[in-house]
């Protein structure tokens, strides 16, 4: 279990290393907010991470951990990229809007990817009423936030 975790951390580091140079690379000319109503906002975040959260508790099995170790490293690009592109653009103040914008993602959605790929549950339906339960909490706090 321990090597198996530091494998998931050595991944999604490797990924956030690499999305951290990309995003030294691209050129953003300004970084503007959408103002968003709750609705929109638990809405958007709910869909957009329910997708490969549901496809990972779907592949959990044996042969296809390929997939989700990608997804794993994927979301270490995308996570990487943005706080390139902040702290690139901003420099300290990208800094913070980074930890405020992000951190719910690194304390809730990455322990929760890593949580599928580790805990073989029984039952499907256990695992994914579990992972819709959280996703719904965690969209629902981004939009009161």
Request: aromatic share 16%; with cysteine.
């Amino acid at each position: 279990m321990k090597k198996q975790l530091l494998l998931l951390l050595a991944i999604f580091g490797i990924g956030f290393l690499v999305g951290v140079v990309s995003g030294f690379k691209v050129t953003v000319s300004d970084y503007n907010s959408v103002d968003k109503n709750a609705i929109q906002t638990f809405i958007n975040t709910f869909t957009m991470n329910y997708w490969y959260l549901f496809i990972m508790c779907i592949l959990n099995d044996g042969a296809s951990v390929i997939v989700n170790l990608f997804i794993i490293f994927c979301k270490g690009i995308t996570l990487g990229t943005s706080f390139g592109i902040l702290l690139k653009n901003k420099a300290l103040f990208g800094l913070g809007v980074y930890l405020t914008n992000f951190l719910g993602q690194f304390i809730i959605l990455v322990p929760l990817m890593f949580v599928i790929v580790l805990l073989h549950c029984e039952s499907f339906d256990r695992k994914l009423t579990f992972v819709t339960v959280v996703l719904a909490s965690y969209s629902f706090i981004i939009a009161l936030i």
